[in-house]
C-alpha cells in the first residue's frame, strides 16, 4: 500500500477479510484466504490503516458488515478513527439497515461509502447518495469483483445519473467507479467520465503472482505509474 501511494495513488482501500467474501471473485477470495490462514484478525487491519495513513493518503477499510457488527459498530468506528482511518466502504450494508453505522460515523467522523450499481433505479441512487460521505462507489458491472477485459458499457451512464442526483441533492460528492479496472488503458477510459478510478484485483494479482515481495513490489509500482500515466490522459 505503501508502495501505491509512493507511486502516485490518491486514496488507499485495505480490505479486511472475511470467512464468506460473496461480492469478491477468485484474486481477492485468494488474498483473502491467505491472509485468514495466516492469522489476520480486525487489529492487524486497524494496524494497517496506521501505517499507510500515516503516509498521508486517506485510508479506509472495505468490508462486509458482519465483521464490523460482530466487533461492535461503535467500538469498529472508533478504533477505525484512532487509527487515522477516514472511513468505511460496505458493500453489502443497505441504508435501510445502516442506522447504527451512520450514527458511529457520524460520532467519530468518518466516511461512509455505499455502493450504486446498474440496476439502480433513480430512486435508489438518491437514497444511496444522500448518506453517502467521501464519496459514491459506482460498481461497473453486474457480478464479482475481478479484472475484465473491458469497462462495461453501461458505466458511462451510471456514473451520469448518479452525478445528476448529486448535482440536484448539492453535496458535490464526487463518483468513483470501480470492478473490473486493470490496465491503464481502461483507467484512462473511466477517467474521461468519472471522478475517480478504483483498482482493486489487479494489484492483488501483481503481489499473489510474484515469486518474492520485491519482485511483488516492483509489480506493484509499475501497474500504480502505468493506471497514474492513464487517468492524466484520460483526464
Given at each position: 500500500?505503501?508502495?501505491?501511494?509512493d507511486?502516485?495513488?490518491?486514496?488507499?482501500?485495505?480490505?479486511?477479510?472475511?470467512?464468506?467474501?460473496?461480492?469478491?471473485?477468485?484474486?481477492?477470495?485468494?488474498?483473502?484466504?491467505?491472509?485468514?490462514?495466516?492469522?489476520?484478525?480486525?487489529?492487524?487491519?486497524?494496524?494497517?490503516?496506521?501505517?499507510?495513513?500515516?503516509?498521508?493518503?486517506?485510508?479506509?477499510?472495505?468490508?462486509?458488515?458482519?465483521?464490523?457488527?460482530?466487533?461492535?459498530?461503535?467500538?469498529?468506528?472508533?478504533?477505525?478513527?484512532?487509527?487515522?482511518?477516514?472511513?468505511?466502504?460496505?458493500?453489502?450494508?443497505?441504508?435501510?439497515e445502516?442506522?447504527?453505522?451512520?450514527?458511529?460515523?457520524?460520532?467519530?467522523?468518518?466516511?461512509?461509502?455505499?455502493?450504486?450499481?446498474?440496476?439502480?433505479?433513480?430512486?435508489?441512487?438518491?437514497?444511496?447518495?444522500?448518506v453517502?460521505?467521501?464519496?459514491?462507489?459506482?460498481?461497473?458491472?453486474?457480478?464479482?469483483?475481478?479484472?475484465?477485459?473491458?469497462?462495461?458499457?453501461g458505466?458511462p451512464?451510471?456514473v451520469?445519473?448518479?452525478?445528476?442526483?448529486?448535482?440536484?441533492?448539492?453535496?458535490?460528492?464526487?463518483?468513483?467507479?470501480?470492478?473490473g479496472?486493470?490496465?491503464?488503458?481502461?483507467?484512462?477510459e473511466?477517467?474521461?467520465?468519472?471522478?475517480?478510478?478504483?483498482?482493486?484485483?489487479?494489484?492483488?494479482?501483481?503481489?499473489?503472482?510474484?515469486?518474492?515481495?520485491?519482485?511483488?513490489?516492483?509489480?506493484?509500482?509499475?501497474?500504480?505509474?502505468?493506471?497514474?500515466?492513464?487517468?492524466?490522459?484520460?483526464?
Amino acid at each position: 500500500a505503501k508502495t501505491m501511494v509512493d507511486a502516485g495513488r490518491d486514496v488507499i482501500e485495505i480490505g479486511l477479510p472475511y470467512t464468506d467474501p460473496l461480492m469478491d471473485g477468485p484474486t481477492v477470495q485468494d488474498a483473502v484466504h491467505r491472509a485468514l490462514v495466516g492469522g489476520i484478525r480486525v487489529a492487524d487491519v486497524f494496524r494497517t490503516v496506521e501505517a499507510v495513513a500515516a503516509t498521508g493518503a486517506p485510508t479506509l477499510v472495505m468490508t462486509y458488515w458482519n465483521p464490523v457488527d460482530r466487533y461492535g459498530v461503535d467500538a469498529f468506528a472508533r478504533d477505525l478513527a484512532s487509527a487515522g482511518g477516514a472511513g468505511l466502504i460496505t458493500p453489502d450494508l443497505t441504508p435501510e439497515e445502516g442506522g447504527a453505522w451512520l450514527e458511529a460515523s457520524d460520532a467519530h467522523d468518518l466516511d461512509r461509502v455505499f455502493l450504486v450499481a446498474l440496476s439502480s433505479t433513480d430512486e435508489r441512487i438518491e437514497k444511496i447518495t444522500g448518506v453517502c460521505r467521501g464519496f459514491v462507489y459506482a460498481a461497473s458491472v453486474m457480478g464479482v469483483t475481478g479484472t475484465r477485459s473491458a469497462v462495461d458499457t453501461g458505466a458511462p451512464r451510471l456514473v451520469e445519473r448518479t452525478r445528476a442526483i448529486i448535482d440536484k441533492g448539492g453535496s458535490g460528492l464526487p463518483v468513483g467507479l470501480g470492478l473490473g479496472i486493470s490496465n491503464g488503458a481502461q483507467a484512462a477510459e473511466v477517467a474521461g467520465f468519472a471522478d475517480g478510478v478504483i483498482v482493486g484485483s489487479a494489484f492483488i494479482r501483481r503481489m499473489l503472482d510474484a515469486p518474492d515481495l520485491a519482485s511483488g513490489l516492483a509489480g506493484v509500482r509499475a501497474l500504480a505509474e502505468e493506471m497514474a500515466e492513464g487517468i492524466r490522459a484520460g483526464r
